[in-house]
Structure formats: C-alpha cells, structure tokens
C-alpha cells in the first residue's frame, strides 16, 4: 500500500522526537509548531480536557529536564528563563491530541507522526536484531582471541632460544717476562 504524501515530512517529526524518562515524546512547543497552533492553544486545549491526558500520556518536564533540553537543542533557548514547564506527549498522548484538535491540519500531522513513530519502532527493533548479533559475533569472536592468542605466545616461544650458559673463555699468554715488568720469570703463564 502506497503511503500518502504528507504535508509534514516523517523525517521532520522523526527529528523531534526525545527520549526521556525510558518513553519517546513530543514536546508541547514542537507539536504546537506542527500543528500550526501556538503553544498555549495547545496546552489549553489539553487542559480543558484533561481527564484524556493522564500523567502516563502526557507529563510536564522538571526543571532539570528543561534545563538539559534548553542546553542540547538551541531552538528550545527560548525556554531557558521561562516559568512555565513544557510538557511531554508520548505516541498515546499525540493520538489523544487528534480527538482534542479537530482541523484537517491536525489529522494530517497525527497521521505523520504516528507514522514517524511506527518508523522509530522498526529502527528499534532492527537494532535490537542487530545488537543481538554482534554480541553473538563478539562471544565466537572472544573464543577464537584466545586460541589466537595462545598460538602466539607459542610462536614467540619458539622464535627466542632459551639462554645457555655461557663458558668462561681464558686466554693463556705465554711470552717472555721483560714485556710485563720486573720480577716476573720469562715464559711464565699468565692468565687474564
């Protein structure tokens, strides 16, 4: 089945989407955005209905969130000195937002980032196959370092000849006595 042309690019909403607290979500400014609302429309509507929008859907950052957000994506700078706390939409709250804003706008953009997601679940899970073969890969892998490994060392043993013990080597001088000075008899051994 052929998929529609959006009026969002999947790509666009993919590049929006953070993770935080183990979910992906969508924040309250980046939705707004794509749905060409402001933000607080957006978060007045999710307010007048807010039994939709449970703390497992939909949650606001803590300050320290806000902070890490501000400090990673600069299009969120304008948050920095803010009061209020943006809020967080997971897949389930973006799909609750559809029933909340009514326009033709805001079902082509759920569709998106539905889309968007769907997409982000499959990277996931081909990642996770291919984690799940690397590992394998390492552990054949490691076995076989080990045996490499010890052929090695056997190599290395055989190249260095083991030491020998060396003789002491003496040389015997045998000439006449004038040449080293007094008192020594002429043909006398000596030994250096």
């Known amino acids: 089945m052929k998929e529609r042309k959006s009026i969002i690019p999947v790509d666009l909403v993919i590049s929006r989407i953070f993770f935080l607290r183990g979910e992906k979500v969508l924040i ?9 609302v402001s933000t607080k429309a957006l978060n007045q509507a999710v307010k007048r209905n807010q039994r939709r929008f449970p703390p497992d859907i939909m949650f ?18 304008p ?36 889309r968007a ?3 982000l679940r499959k990277l996931v899970a081909s990642n996770a196959s291919l984690a799940r ?15 490499i490994q010890r052929v090695f060392e056997a190599i290395r043993q055989l190249m260095t000849p083991p030491e020998r013990e060396r003789k002491k ?7 006449p006595a004038a040449r080293y000075g007094k008192g020594k008899s ?3 051994r000596q030994y250096v």
Do not use: W
Request: glycine share 4%; charged share 30%.
């Open 169 to 175: 080597i003496r040389f015997e001088v045998n000439e």
């Open 60 to 77: 606001r950052l803590t300050q320290s969130e806000r902070q890490e957000l501000v400090t990673n994506c600069d299009r969120f700078k």
């Open 133 to 147: 073969r690397l590992a394998e890969l390492e552990e054949k892998l490691g076995e076989h370092d080990q045996q």
């Open 28 to 36: 309250d400014r980046d939705l707004a955005e794509l749905y060409g």
């Open 186 to 188: 002429r043909g006398a």
């Open 79 to 114: 948050l920095k000195h803010s009061s209020a706390l943006p809020s967080a939409f997971t897949e389930q709250g973006v799909a609750m937002l559809s029933s909340v804003l009514n326009t033709d706008r805001a079902i082509e953009v759920n569709l998106s980032i539905m």
């Open 117 to 119: 997601f769907v997409r």
